[in-house]
């Protein structure tokens, strides 16, 4: 049974940093594909940032780029989004995901499993 466990989030001001961490289990976790998406309330689930193994290239939604990082321990079967430079519009559930089932890591209908999610808030 695959297990996705967020956490990491919280309020934070405008132009301030939060790490979030996603703790896995029940996958092969250092070949698995694994992915952070967010929600803000009244909107559609958005892709951030997916990472597929250590050494292949991370990519990221355009209004992240430059401010986020997705990056993965696989001894500790985590995998962490440190979130710079945060701004009010970044507000939302960010969710952990794991397997995708294509290469079409932005849809959200590709994604085999999620976490719970875990609430970022960022005041002006």
């Known amino acids: 049974q695959v297990q996705l466990v967020e956490s990491g989030g919280g309020l934070v001001q405008a132009g301030g940093s939060l790490r979030l961490s996603c703790a896995a289990s029940?996958?092969?976790?250092?070949?698995?594909?694994m992915g952070w998406f967010r929600q803000a309330a009244g909107k559609e689930r958005e892709f951030v940032a997916v990472?597929?193994?250590?050494?292949?290239?991370?990519y990221y939604v355009d209004s992240v780029e430059g401010r986020f990082t997705i990056s993965r321990d696989n001894a500790r079967q985590t995998v962490y989004l440190q979130m710079n430079s945060l701004k009010p519009e970044d507000t939302a559930v960010y969710y952990c995901?794991?397997?995708?089932?294509?290469?079409?890591?932005?849809?959200?209908?590709?994604?085999?499993?999620w976490g719970q999610g875990t609430q970022v808030t960022v005041s002006s």
């Open positions: 995901a794991a397997d995708p089932m294509s290469r079409r890591s932005a849809d959200v209908n590709t994604w085999r499993y």
């Open positions: 029940g996958l092969t976790f250092r070949s698995a594909t």
């Open positions: 990472i597929r193994w250590i050494g292949s290239a991370n």
